[in-house]
Every structure is written in structure tokens, then in C-alpha cells.
């Protein structure tokens, strides 16, 4: 069983709707949580991280983190054509620990 | 901003070659990785390296090598190429060794092993 589980999609939403992501982990020890998006022919960026539990917003993106149930979340709110991508969600235990990813939700978003 | 370049964007070779692909950060970063990515399997970890001449073993390093002679440059070496090695291959790099630190990638190597 992988250490952190991701739907692969593809994901399909039609420009403007809320784009909703997660991903699940089996290790209790992670604490640090990080969304990394991919374009087609392209290598990961990173989007956003957050440490531990809680939300974390910056401006259509939106993190959350659920320890208590080991959920990740990602939203995307007025999505766009721009968006459309490879989600990957990726978690590490400290800054000794190797970051483990997800395998990537495809997300389409059409005009 | 940071430039993570890999030799090869696209690359063939035949069943038992050695296979040599090249990475060069230009950002002085002392953490160098390579990476499989694989549909439906994700990112996984080859080999890492956080100093020069230093080198780790990641989750899947069996059948690979590396190397890091200087510190902007990572080479992965395909000692036996094999066709279950057939993949996209991608290197990253990172300054330092925080929980939340950033990885940088290169565009990737799509390697075929025929």
C-alpha cells in the first residue's frame, strides 16, 4: 500500500466551478504537506505547503490538512482553462524525511 | 529564477546500454534528486544527493547509479538499461534541508528502452 493515496482522475470541470482535490496518507508521523502542479511536458512546481493541521489560502488556492482523519485537500475556486494540469499532493515526516508523492490527479478545466 | 536543466529531453536506447543522463541546477542548491515518474505509480525516488560526493539511496534504487562530482551537476547512470526502465526521468534541486523546502524541477527525460 502506497504511502499517500490519490485519485488519478482526470478531473473535469467546466471553467468557473470549484475544483476540489484530496489525497489520503497511512503515516500519522507526517507533518509537512505540499501541492505541486504540473503542466503537460513540463516538470512540478511547487503551489502550495502547510505544516500539521489547518487551512491556508492564497488567492483562488486553498490548502487544507486533517490530521485527525490524514486528509489532504486542495480547492480551486473560479477555475480556469489555465488550470488544467496534473495535481500532485506530496508529505514528509521533518526536513530529514524523503517527501512522498502522490500519484497525481489530471484536472481539465474547459471554456 | 531557478533553472534545473536536463541533457535530454527525449532519449531511445536499446536493452543493455549504459545510459547517462545529466542534470545541472544553476542556483547553488546543496540537495540534488532523481526521480521516476510513472502513470498511476507518481513521483519515486531514485537516488539523492545533499553534498558533493555524497550520495543516498531513495525508494527505488535498484539497477541505478549516480553521481556528483561538483555541485551543480547530478548524473543518473543506467548501469544495464532494461525495459522496465522506460520512463520519464526527473531531476530536482533544493537549497537547504527544511520540512517545507522547495523542490525545483527540470523539465524531464523521456526514456525509452527498447
Known amino acids: 500500500q502506497k504511502e499517500v493515496e490519490q485519485d488519478p482522475g482526470p478531473l473535469s470541470v467546466p471553467e468557473g466551478a470549484i475544483v476540489s482535490l484530496n489525497c489520503t496518507y497511512s503515516?500519522?508521523?507526517?507533518?509537512?504537506f505540499m501541492w505541486y502542479r504540473q503542466y503537460s511536458r513540463k516538470g512540478p512546481e511547487l503551489l502550495m505547503y502547510?505544516?500539521?493541521?489547518g487551512n491556508k489560502e492564497d488567492g483562488r488556492f486553498t490548502a487544507q490538512v486533517d490530521k485527525s482523519s490524514k486528509y489532504i485537500s486542495l480547492f480551486i475556486r473560479d477555475s480556469q482553462p489555465s488550470d488544467s494540469a496534473t495535481y500532485l499532493c506530496?508529505?514528509?515526516?521533518?526536513?530529514?524525511?524523503?517527501?512522498?508523492f502522490g500519484a497525481g490527479t489530471q484536472v481539465v478545466v474547459t471554456p | 529564477d531557478v533553472k534545473v536543466t536536463q541533457s535530454s529531453r527525449y532519449l531511445v536506447k536499446r536493452t543493455g546500454e549504459k545510459v547517462f543522463l545529466e542534470c545541472v541546477q544553476d542556483?547553488?542548491?546543496?540537495?540534488m534528486f532523481w526521480y521516476r515518474q510513472d502513470p498511476g505509480l507518481g513521483l519515486r525516488l531514485i537516488y539523492f544527493?545533499?553534498?558533493?560526493?555524497?550520495?543516498e539511496k531513495g525508494d527505488i534504487p535498484e539497477g541505478y547509479s549516480v553521481s556528483r562530482e561538483k555541485k551543480e551537476r547530478f548524473s543518473l547512470i543506467l548501469e544495464s538499461a532494461s525495459t522496465n526502465q522506460t520512463s520519464m526521468y526527473l531531476c530536482?534541486?533544493?537549497?537547504?534541508?527544511?520540512?517545507?523546502?522547495?523542490?525545483?524541477f527540470g523539465s524531464g527525460t523521456q526514456l525509452s528502452v527498447l
Open positions: 506530496a508529505t514528509r515526516t521533518d526536513s530529514w524525511g524523503k517527501l512522498q
Open positions: 502547510t505544516y500539521s493541521s
Open positions: 544527493s545533499y553534498d558533493v560526493k555524497m550520495k
Open positions: 530536482a534541486s533544493s537549497l537547504g534541508r527544511t520540512g517545507n523546502e522547495k523542490l525545483f
Open positions: 503515516n500519522s508521523a507526517f507533518q509537512y
Open positions: 542556483m547553488d542548491h546543496e540537495n
